[in-house]
């Protein structure tokens, strides 16, 4: 018997995603990136009041593991100010997930676009 390689915490994310945005022209007001790396696609999309994350949203393509990183990484920055997205860590992602070392790559393609998204926040939020 294979065991199998996803955790119930992914299985769950990744069957009841709450984070999902709606297809790219139908995006409300707010801020977003795109990264399509390694034969995977993230955009991440966040609105932003008072200096903290809202509305944080994604659309991806790729293997389950990534797909619930997404859905993850939404539900956990989500309220938090800005500064979170420079803040998060692959690992902390990795090990809440269960997530294999193979798929470590996935995860960094996620992790840059959180960067780019706090980069473009950044942009934003100067004078």
């Keep these: ?19 999902v945005a709606p297809a790219a022209g139908e995006l409300a007001e707010g ?7 390694q034969g995977l696609e993230v955009r991440l999309n966040a609105n932003v009041s008072s200096g903290r ?4 949203t994604f659309r991806a393509s790729g293997c389950p593991h990534f797909i619930a990183a997404c859905e993850w990484l939404c539900r956990h920055l989500e309220g ?3 500064g979170a997205l420079d ?10 997930l269960a997530i294999p070392v193979t798929k470590t790559g996935r995860i960094l393609v996620l992790e840059d676009a959180v960067r780019a998204l706090g980069a473009c926040l950044g942009r934003d939020q100067t004078p």
Aim: proline share 12%; glycine share 0%; charged share 20%.
């Design 1 to 19: 018997m294979v065991a199998d390689p996803y955790s119930p915490l992914t299985r769950r994310l990744f069957a009841e995603p709450t984070h």
């Design 31 to 37: 801020h977003s990136v795109y990264l399509a790396s």
């Design 53 to 56: 994350l809202e509305a944080l």
């Design 80 to 82: 938090k100010p800005v």
């Design 87 to 96: 803040a998060l860590k692959p690992a902390e992602i990795m090990q809440t």
